[in-house]
């Protein structure tokens, strides 16, 4: 479902044309009514965020008794939130779950781009009977919202015997993310010149031979693109992780960790702060590091289910 | 192989049984293609494409396609999944009165979120177009698109939080101490149906405005320059040129976000439950789905909250695909 044909990303292909002195006074003065309200906006979407991470730095006495503002008055600073929401002898400790979530997301995310890919090639330049029907059913696959999936699946993983294990966790993420994958990787692989496939197969290259020597190194970018896409779906997740890991700190990663806090501790901000951030960094750091891939993502278009 | 199939314990054992399962899943990758590139003969390719076909097919149908049906079947059935009920469940939705309140929290989630969110990141796309710092300016409304939606409802929660107003007790929540900064006394926002569910809304547009600022804000740059310039020549305002020049050529884009996020909206439950479990009257479907299937153990009525779900996904979609094609035709 691309919203664009071909891939943009956030920098304007081209330099914009040099605007001219007059041009330059004229927006100048139009717009201040336009630098306020982007100003008002541009708070009102940081603030929440920023009084939260004062907060986890503020000593638990200073978080309960008086606002995160009264901090630039009498600024107190502490790292024993984030001590004690890690240090694993804690009750209310997110350490565990902060490591399942690395053990379940990284498979996660090799999986699913590794099938899609050889699926999305078999669709893109294999000729076989069926090919275009059996397509669309895998993109239509996209609009199933996991809800319906949850109980049936739970249940055959019971009697597969690997309940309570990472492995549904895994094997979930991997079956929700495929239909969204194989098309994005199709169309990807669509927009490469045929004229490059021939070359190689006139020189002999096999299907296998192709796709690693030819396809892969071109399709780096759409991998970036899919693999944060997945990295911050499944890091993110609370349903599948929920229904399939349960919430004790064996199998269940760190968002879960955290809804759990909130729930029985609702009013601990000292720790609530500290582990929300703990579980932002993560996946803020990927998104910082990767945005332009994410961008291009983004605009080759997604319905994720 | 025990231990790759068993509950590991410690830290090392999980990573140890994560490399193993990619190991396994790096071994039978390998032998699909080993025996793939071997393939000669007149038929070869449609073997090879069963090949790289077959695991992604095997997947999908044993794990949407199956179960999907499996829930449809189940939505039929009564609270133990023992008795067949017809359309019982869903009788229940459409006239049970706590079910008729989350119908209505539905709608409101599904109507008001996308539009504002769309509004808020197309106003946001145009005001910091070209302008310094345009893309710290995008980073600060972007980000929260990276923030799981657990840990945005703790951040709102917190700006929400209320502390009894007596005596030289200090409110914390930034919401509260702005009233009383007013004037005002401070309130329980969390409890008062419905506004209720309009400040758990306010979380899913902060996180969504961020997607429609960075798609818009491309349409917007895509927008060839000879039109903006002729319209600027003709001397159109800049209201004028939002409304003649900007929409018209970005509209398709404006479509395919809206119908993104009021998909995404139809099944965020995450937000619901950490805000306000539900309670207050502020549950929406994909939260009594939750609740119904795992904590009310009412299979039947939850299995029919799904298939709701699925149901109201598709006219969306829809829409969407026709307008696509209605603009890829012109």
Known sequence: ?305 | MGALFSVAESTPAKFAQMLAAILLFAAVMGLILFFAGRVTGRRSDRIVAFAYLAPTMLMLAVGLIYPGLRTIYQSFFDAAGKAFIGLGNYQTIFTDDGQLTVLRNTVLWVVVTPFVATAVGLLYAILVDKARLESVAKALIFLPMSISFVAASIIWKFVYEFRPDQGNIKQIGLLNQVLVWLGASPRQWLVDSPLNTLLLIVVMIWIQAGFAMTVLSAAIKAIPDDIVEAARLDGVTAFGMFRFVTLPSIRPTVVVVLTTIGIATLKVFDIVRTMTGGQFQTSVVANEFYSQSFRSDNQGLGAALAVLLFVLVIPIVVYNVRQLRAAEAR
Not at chain 1, 63 to 84: A, E, I, Q
Not at chain 1, 186 to 211: C, Q, T, W, Y
Not at chain 1, 249 to 254: G, L
Request: charged content about 10%; glycine content about 6%; overall charge positive.
């Open chain 1, 1 to 305: 479902m691309s919203a664009t044909s071909a891939p943009i990303t956030t920098t304007p292909p081209v330099t914009p044309p040099e605007v001219s002195a007059a041009g330059k006074a004229r927006k100048r003065l139009s717009s201040p009514w336009a630098s306020l309200i982007a100003v008002v906006l541009a708070v009102l979407w940081t603030v929440p965020t920023f009084g939260l991470l004062v907060s986890s730095f503020r000593p638990r006495s200073d978080v309960r008794r008086s606002g995160w503002w009264t901090f630039f008055n009498d600024p107190t600073f502490t790292l024993d939130n984030y001590r004690d929401v890690l240090d694993t002898s804690n009750s209310a400790s997110l350490g565990n779950y902060f490591v399942n979530s690395f053990v379940i997301t990284i498979p996660a995310v090799i999986i699913p781009i590794t099938l899609a890919c050889l699926a999305a090639y078999a669709f893109a330049w294999i000729k076989f009977p069926g090919r275009d029907v059996l397509f669309v059913a895998v993109f239509a696959l996209q609009i199933v919202p996991i809800q319906v999936t949850l109980i049936p699946l739970l249940r055959l993983y019971v009697d597969a015997g690997i309940a309570g294990t990472f492995w549904p966790i895994w094997l979930s993420h991997s079956i929700f993310a495929l239909p969204l994958a194989v098309f994005l990787l199709h169309n990807f692989m669509k927009e490469i010149p045929s004229g490059l496939l021939e070359a190689a197969r006139v020189d002999g290259a096999g299907h296998v031979s192709i796709f690693f020597k030819v396809l892969l190194p071109l399709l780096r970018p759409a991998l970036a693109a899919f693999g944060i896409f997945q990295f911050l779906w499944v890091w993110n997740d609370l349903l599948v992780a929920l229904t399939f890991a349960g919430g004790g700190d064996t199998v269940a990663p760190i968002i879960v960790g955290l809804a759990n806090l909130s729930g029985t501790r609702g009013t601990a901000w000292h720790l609530l702060s500290a582990g929300a951030f703990i579980s932002i960094l993560v996946p803020m750091t990927v998104f910082l590091l990767l945005q332009r891939y994410f961008v291009r993502g983004l605009l080759a278009g997604s319905v994720k289910g």
